[in-house]
């Protein structure tokens, strides 16, 4: 699937427009009058332009999401009209896939391969939540005297969503899609660098046409429109994806107006092999663990721990497929490596490949930003893997976001289990063995929310996706997901109407 330049411009919108923020059912331009450009990473070149919001365009959303869910109805609105509106938003994206993956690849730098895959998750997301919106929820009680106890699940009011730059339209779309099934009105923030296809996902949104308010796209900083939002005592709810010193002043910040709040943040996953795995599904998933999306994945299996016993045959053949991961341009076929998002996050990974080095990791390749030719116009990392690490270096206990490998040493299961919970994070983790009793049992010792045996990444939208420890708090997807945006309601119903006789006074 290779685009030629002109087409690739065609999925372009022309950076002489300013594109714009959807508040109440209108495309609107921030009161700031500040534009802000946007890059393609592979190349540096300009993508497109975009408003900068401001607090005050935050507060106008938010306003206008309160009216909408609380004046104007959508508070009781049905959940068959919304699971058709889900319907309708599913299949104009799925019917433009290829547009918007190929939009999401000169944006984000992933390759073409993966930004389907998202599209197409994307798309599997809205089905499944317009799906959910109509199902039971609630229960009944059998209660002494004469009384009907039930419980019926409310949306939650107003939700703030705040979402990150490695999975622009992806993660946004999720909590779009299990928010609106729950009836709820929301505010959407993207990333400052990836707000191309969540732009575009508003376009089908505003053709399908939602009751003014009830979706709404915000565009600006994190520092002061996603504060905003998570200030703004008129927010019921934030739901973030993002780093986890960002969500710590999230979790501050929300603290003052007892804000409902759920983070899935960032992870510093293991990945073990025994000696006794499948030699080849493991190096294979090993490279795959980190390397997908540059390493810009959450949950990506950042430190591979490695039975010492195997790590003379495996660690050459990982060094030898690692150095094949054929690089470039997400869009130009074959290419399984695109650049890193901007040219600030390159510096920040470089950064951490020095500090690897001086700690005295091994490096066993890569360390290197790419340079020759047209990639010297991009953001281009080499695979890169560091043995002979401790525990305690910081390349072995801070998330990276890149494509870099800290590979760690254990002598028996109980080694295996200490160092992979010895970080702060607890996201993902998996295990390679074919002794089916001790790869689960190693398994249920993890201390993450994300597990593999014998594969890794594969998720999956009916499942719950988030952490454990500083990994964050609450779920986005499956029926969890769902729940996240719901209240609990308690109704008695007294069967027996009449006076209770409590105080005897008449
Ligand atoms: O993320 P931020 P950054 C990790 C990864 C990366 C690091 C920093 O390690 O290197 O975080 O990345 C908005 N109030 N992850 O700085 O800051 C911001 O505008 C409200 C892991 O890009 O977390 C964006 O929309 N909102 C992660 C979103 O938060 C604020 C994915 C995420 O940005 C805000 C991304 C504030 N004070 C990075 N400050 C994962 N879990 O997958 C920023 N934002």
Same mark, same amino acid.
């Given at each position: 699937?290779?685009?030629?330049?002109?087409?690739?411009?065609?999925v372009?919108?022309?950076?002489?427009t300013?594109q714009k923020?959807?508040?109440?059912?209108?495309? =609107?331009?921030? *009161?700031s009058?500040q534009?802000?450009? +946007?890059?393609? @990473?592979a %190349?540096?070149? #300009?993508?497109?332009t975009v408003?900068?919001g401001?607090?005050?365009?935050?507060?106008?959303?938010?306003?206008?999401a309160r009216?909408?869910?609380?004046?104007?109805?959508?508070?009781?609105?049905?959940?068959?009209?919304r699971?058709?509106?889900l319907?309708?938003?599913?299949?104009?994206l799925?019917?433009?896939?290829?547009?918007?993956?190929?939009?999401?690849t000169?944006?984000?730098?992933?390759?073409?391969?993966?930004?389907?895959?998202?599209?197409e998750?994307?798309?599997?997301q809205?089905?499944?939540?317009?799906?959910?919106?109509?199902?039971?929820?609630?229960?009944?009680?059998?209660?002494?005297?004469?009384?009907?106890a039930? =419980?019926?699940r *409310?949306?939650?009011?107003?939700v703030? +969503?705040?979402? @990150?730059? %490695?999975y622009? #339209?992806?993660?946004?779309?999720?909590?779009?899609?299990?928010?609106?099934?729950a009836?709820?009105?929301?505010?959407?923030?993207?990333?400052e660098i990836?707000?191309?296809?969540?732009?575009?996902?508003?376009e089908?949104?505003?053709?399908?046409?939602?009751?003014?308010?009830?979706?709404?796209?915000?565009?600006g900083?994190?520092r002061?429109?996603?504060?905003?939002?998570?200030?703004?005592?008129?927010?019921?709810?934030i739901s973030?994806?993002?780093g986890?010193d960002?969500?710590?002043?999230?979790?501050?910040?929300?603290a003052?107006?007892?804000?409902?709040?759920?983070?899935?943040?960032?992870?510093?996953?293991p990945?073990?092999?025994?000696?006794?795995?499948?030699?080849?599904?493991?190096?294979?998933?090993?490279?795959?663990?980190?390397?997908?999306?540059?390493?810009q994945?959450?949950?990506?299996?950042s430190?591979?721990?490695?039975?010492e016993?195997?790590?003379?045959?495996?660690?050459?053949?990982?060094?030898?497929?690692?150095?094949?991961?054929?690089?470039?341009?997400?869009?130009?076929?074959?290419?399984?490596?695109?650049?890193?998002?901007?040219?600030?996050?390159?510096?920040?990974?470089?950064n951490?490949?020095?500090?690897?080095?001086?700690?005295?990791?091994t490096l066993l390749?890569?360390?290197?930003?790419?340079?020759?030719g047209?990639?010297?116009?991009?953001?281009?990392?080499?695979?890169?893997?560091?043995?002979?690490?401790?525990?305690d270096?910081r390349?072995v206990?801070e998330?990276?976001?890149?494509p870099?490998?800290?590979?760690?040493?254990?002598?028996?299961?109980?080694?295996a289990?200490e160092?992979?919970n010895?970080?702060?994070?607890g996201?993902?983790?998996?295990?390679f063995?074919?002794?089916?009793?001790?790869?689960?049992?190693?398994?249920?010792?993890?201390?993450?929310?994300?597990?593999?045996?014998?594969?890794?990444?594969?998720t999956?939208?009916?499942?719950?996706w988030?952490?454990y420890?500083?990994?964050?708090?609450?779920?986005?997807?499956?029926?969890?997901?769902?729940?996240?945006?719901?209240?609990?309601k308690?109704?008695?119903?007294?069967?027996?109407?009449?006076?209770s006789?409590?105080?005897?006074g008449?």
């Amino acid at each position: 699937m290779i685009l030629e330049t002109a087409d690739i411009k065609s999925v372009l919108t022309s950076s002489n427009t300013t594109q714009k923020m959807y508040i109440n059912g209108e495309w =609107v331009l921030s *009161e700031s009058n500040q534009t802000s450009n +946007i890059v393609n @990473p592979a %190349n540096g070149e #300009l993508i497109g332009t975009v408003t900068v919001g401001t607090e005050e365009d935050a507060k106008k959303a938010i306003e206008a999401a309160r009216k909408a869910f609380y004046e104007n109805g959508w508070m009781n609105s049905r959940a068959r009209d919304r699971s058709e509106l889900l319907l309708q938003i599913s299949n104009k994206l799925e019917e433009r896939k290829e547009e918007f993956a190929y939009l999401e690849t000169l944006n984000n730098g992933k390759t073409l391969r993966e930004s389907l895959g998202d599209v197409e998750d994307a798309v599997n997301q809205l089905r499944y939540y317009a799906g959910l919106a109509t199902k039971p929820h609630g229960q009944t009680f059998d209660v002494p005297d004469d009384i009907q106890a039930m =419980v019926v699940r *409310e949306p939650i009011g107003v939700v703030g +969503i705040i979402v @990150p730059w %490695n999975y622009p #339209l992806v993660m946004a779309n999720q909590k779009i899609a299990a928010a609106i099934a729950a009836g709820c009105s929301i505010v959407v923030k993207p990333a400052e660098i990836t707000p191309l296809s969540l732009i575009r996902l508003f376009e089908i949104i505003d053709e399908i046409g939602f009751p003014p308010g009830v979706v709404n796209l915000v565009l600006g900083s994190g520092r002061k429109v996603g504060a905003e939002l998570v200030s703004n005592p008129n927010v019921d709810k934030i739901s973030f994806t993002g780093g986890t010193d960002t969500g710590i002043k999230l979790m501050k910040s929300a603290a003052d107006t007892v804000k409902k709040i759920s983070l899935e943040l960032g992870g510093k996953s293991p990945n073990i092999v025994f000696a006794d795995a499948d030699f080849d599904t493991a190096v294979d998933y090993a490279l795959y663990a980190i390397f997908a999306n540059q390493g810009q994945v959450c949950s990506a299996g950042s430190r591979l721990l490695l039975e010492e016993s195997l790590y003379e045959k495996f660690v050459p053949e990982l060094v030898r497929r690692a150095k094949m991961i054929k690089i470039g341009p997400g869009w130009n076929d074959g290419i399984e490596m695109g650049p890193l998002v901007s040219e600030a996050h390159m510096n920040t990974v470089l950064n951490y490949i020095e500090i690897g080095k001086n700690e005295g990791a091994t490096l066993l390749c890569g360390g290197n930003r790419m340079i020759e030719g047209d990639f010297g116009k991009g953001y281009f990392v080499e695979p890169t893997i560091f043995g002979d690490t401790t525990p305690d270096m910081r390349i072995v206990q801070e998330e990276i976001f890149g494509p870099v490998l800290a590979i760690q040493t254990f002598k028996t299961e109980k080694e295996a289990i200490e160092l992979a919970n010895g970080t702060a994070f607890g996201l993902a983790g998996a295990v390679f063995s074919q002794d089916g009793a001790k790869a689960q049992r190693v398994i249920r010792q993890l201390r993450a929310g994300i597990t593999w045996i014998n594969t890794y990444h594969p998720t999956f939208n009916e499942a719950p996706w988030g952490g454990y420890k500083q990994s964050g708090i609450g779920r986005d997807l499956g029926t969890y997901g769902f729940e996240e945006y719901l209240e609990t309601k308690q109704i008695n119903i007294n069967l027996k109407v009449e006076p209770s006789g409590f105080f005897e006074g008449q």
